[in-house]
DNA sequence: AATAAAAATTGACCGCGGTCGACTTTTTTC
DNA sequence: GAAAAAAGTCGACCGCGGTCAATTTTTATT
């Protein structure tokens, strides 16, 4: 039988995050040795590194896949239709909730998907390519629409809401807005960014 | 002499800043183990923790005092008449050119500048407050030429563009934008702040 | 079924960051 | 200036993340 290997390795592996679920949750990140782990998973102190480089890639992988169902939940959802500044504000919000449901998951997830090390670039790269084929179809439909204008590259809107993102993220963390003004912060940054920061030609006669 | 311990103190954590200067930049910080710091400084390893309570602490007190420098430096030849744009660009893009000198560093500061531990929080106020006070004036000025809203936050403002920043400097980590290419990357995405990504009534002629 | 080759598992081991109680130096008290 | 108190220094020690040579399990070959 030549399954028998692969099965048991995915086997193994599920039993791995099983248990990093369990111990995580419980105890915290930092607070969880990899010998427990191993313990609660059944196996020994090394096979787990052959299933994940380091003790924090545990940790990301089941933040992948937390995403990975958001993702697969968004883009099954996508109305196109609704207005971006609302579509946006809902996309990253559901994310956002993943965070706070584990401040020190998000925390960590947050670093390295901001700043990645060297050696997880291609990883990283992966993840965003996700994020862009579920992106930019609302965006270029967004601009077809009048919503968004036509002369901007889609890469740069995205990114400029990734960063209004990252700043309300980081907001968050550094206590500066509470868990309950997120949403509205981030509209109202959002709103700021649709409707430009300088006055309007069209709003002088307000100035 | 009630002087004598002071300024030995003074004197020891400048002998590990020093050592701290030249051995990461000589080897690198994961590379440098805090027994090598202390022989270097010339003291146990016990006496470091009296002084930084974690490693990276030395090396966030490394970053802080150049960025102090830094906006010292800003703050000095701070001309507020200058279009907001071009010198919003320059303020950041000087924060930015730290980081490019170092990537290693950059990326350990940046990710606990944006996502700080629960720990460092106080510490990262204060470093927000120089931040603001910085930025705040020159918001409120251009504010007054007209060159923004002035319906808006300020905090918002600045929010929005630190968001940018943070947006491009992760964009530089994950090399998708070369060093080269940060400012002009960094200034459209500015001015597509400015503007507004949704076509403005003056602008409709051409949707 | 026997044997060889390949792959997976393991836990003793390493080096590191960080702690702590024993020790030394400085300051205060009288 | 002697003794007590306070502050500072130190390195053996701890637990952890991560490695690796030895061993066991699975697969391929005949």
Same mark, same amino acid.
């Not at 995915?10 to 419980?26: G, P, V, Y």
């Not at 996309?91 to 997830?109: C, K």
């Not at 990114?159 to 003004?181: C, D, K, N, Q």
């Given at each position: 039988m030549?399954?028998?290997r692969?099965?048991k390795?995915q086997q193994t592996r599920?039993? &791995?995050m099983?248990?990093? &679920?369990?111990?995580?949750?419980e105890?915290g990140f930092?607070s $969880?040795?990899?010998?427990? !782990?191993?313990?609660?998973?059944?196996i020994?102190?090394? $096979?787990?590194?052959s299933?994940?480089?380091?003790?924090t890639?545990?940790?990301?992988a089941?933040c992948?896949d937390e995403?990975? /169902?958001l993702?697969?939940?968004?883009?099954? /959802?996508?109305d196109?239709e609704i207005p971006?500044?609302k579509r946006?504000?809902?996309i990253?919000?559901?994310?956002?909730h993943l965070?706070?449901? /584990?401040r020190?998951f998000g925390? !960590?997830?947050m670093?390295?998907?901001?700043?990645? *090390?060297e050696?997880?670039? /291609?990883?990283?790269l992966?993840?965003?390519n &996700?994020?862009?084929?579920?992106l930019f179809p609302?965006?270029?439909k967004a601009?077809?629409?009048?919503e968004?204008?036509k002369?901007l590259d889609? !890469?740069h809107? $995205?990114?400029?809401?990734y960063?209004l993102?990252?700043?309300?993220?980081s907001?968050?963390f $550094?206590? *500066? &807005?509470p868990?309950?003004?997120a949403?509205i912060?981030l509209e109202t940054?959002?709103?700021?960014?649709?409707e430009g920061?300088?006055?309007s030609?069209?709003m002088?006669?307000f100035?």
């Amino acid at each position: 039988m030549a399954g028998i290997r692969e099965a048991k390795k995915q086997q193994t592996r599920q039993a &791995i995050m099983q248990a990093a &679920i369990k111990l995580f949750s419980e105890k915290g990140f930092e607070s $969880t040795s990899i010998e427990e !782990l191993a313990k609660e998973a059944g196996i020994g102190k090394g $096979t787990i590194y052959s299933y994940f480089q380091t003790k924090t890639d545990i940790l990301y992988a089941f933040c992948e896949d937390e995403l990975a /169902n958001l993702h697969q939940e968004l883009t099954d /959802n996508a109305d196109c239709e609704i207005p971006i500044l609302k579509r946006m504000v809902e996309i990253y919000m559901s994310e956002f909730h993943l965070i706070t449901e /584990n401040r020190e998951f998000g925390r !960590l997830f947050m670093q390295q998907t901001a700043f990645p *090390r060297e050696a997880d670039l /291609n990883q990283h790269l992966e993840n965003e390519n &996700i994020y862009f084929s579920l992106l930019f179809p609302l965006l270029a439909k967004a601009q077809e629409r009048g919503e968004l204008r036509k002369d901007l590259d889609l !890469l740069h809107i $995205t990114g400029h809401f990734y960063g209004l993102y990252l700043l309300m993220v980081s907001a968050w963390f $550094t206590g *500066r &807005i509470p868990t309950e003004e997120a949403e509205i912060t981030l509209e109202t940054l959002f709103r700021q960014a649709l409707e430009g920061l300088q006055p309007s030609s069209s709003m002088e006669r307000f100035v």
